[in-house]
């Protein structure tokens, strides 16, 4: 079974600056999806970004982008320029990429609060 | 774009009682939906994988009994909380698949459930 781990359970950072979010995750798979998801308060489940394990370059999503270190199965997500609309909570998420095996393993999130 | 639409979004009722929570596709047909529970600042857990047509997958440790899920059609699939008592009160999200696309799942807005 697929585990996701999240050390960081609350991070906050000046409008503006740049904050980073880590994941590591366990897997004996290959091939896989990673996925960062942001819960606002409304509790919307909203897809930032994702990597697909094969790729080796890092995704990128505007001020959002990733660092994908597939041998030490890392996942962080760095955004820059922060907004107050960044201040949520932050999932990091794991797939399977065999059909019919799609179900997520979410990390344990991380609470961000962007200070004006 | 594809959207989940799930429903109602807030309910209350009274122990002993049976809840149903419905869970739609509305432009995409959806052959897989995934029902999840989450509580309050907490991790989103996965509780049962949905197949239409066909009974649905648990994971570990949910009761069958207690949570019914029917996926009739393509578009709909519904979580029924039998006999539900406080311990049952979570807030309970479904996602959904678009085959036609790389996204993983769509997710609804959730339903917050209070058993009083």
């Known amino acids: 079974a697929q585990t996701v781990t999240q050390s960081q359970p609350e991070m906050s950072v000046q409008e503006a600056e740049t904050v980073t979010l880590s994941c590591t995750y366990d897997t004996s798979e290959n091939n896989y999806y990673l996925f960062w998801y942001k819960q606002p308060p409304s509790r919307q489940m909203i897809l930032v970004i994702r990597?697909?394990?094969?790729?080796?370059q890092n995704a990128t999503e505007n001020r959002f982008s990733v660092n994908f270190q597939k041998a030490a199965k890392s996942f962080s997500l760095k955004i820059s320029d922060s907004q107050l609309g960044d201040t949520a909570m932050y999932f990091c998420?794991?797939?399977?990429?065999?059909?019919?095996?799609?179900?997520?393993?979410f990390g344990t999130g991380t609470r961000l609060t962007i200070i004006p | 774009g594809a959207v989940v639409s799930q429903h109602p979004s807030w309910v209350i009722c009274k122990s002993g009682t049976s809840v149903k929570i419905e869970c739609r596709s509305l432009d995409f047909q959806a052959t897989t939906m995934f029902w999840y529970r989450q509580f309050p600042k907490q991790s989103l857990m996965l509780m049962a994988t949905?197949?239409?047509?066909?009974?649905?997958?648990?994971e570990q440790g949910v009761e069958k009994d207690k949570f019914l899920i029917n996926h009739a059609s393509l578009t709909l699939s519904t979580l029924t909380v039998t006999s539900a008592h406080p311990e049952d009160s979570s807030f309970y999200i479904c996602s959904a698949r678009d085959p036609r696309t790389w996204r993983p799942q769509h997710f609804g807005d959730g339903t917050r459930l209070s058993i009083l």
């Open positions: 949905s197949n239409e047509g066909s009974k649905a997958t648990y």
């Open positions: 990597q697909e394990a094969y790729k080796q």
């Open positions: 998420a794991f797939m399977n990429s065999n059909f019919g095996n799609e179900k997520l393993t």
